[in-house]
């Protein structure tokens, strides 16, 4: 084997790597990002479920 070769084989042995590293930490990062909590629907304010904070 020649040493073209064999440097190209380390360049794409590397590439593989640094590409399959990539891709867990971005599964990772998708499986644990935080959830926001989702805004009250206006469906849910009209019927009243909803308090005003000056309401007695």
Sequence with gaps: MSLTMTILMLIGAWLAVAAAMLWGVLRIARRHHPRLPQPES??????GHARHASAH
Excluded at 42 to 47: A, D, N
Aim: charge should be positive; avoid cysteine; hydrophobic fraction near 15%.
């Design 42 to 47: 206006p469906k849910h304010l009209r019927k």
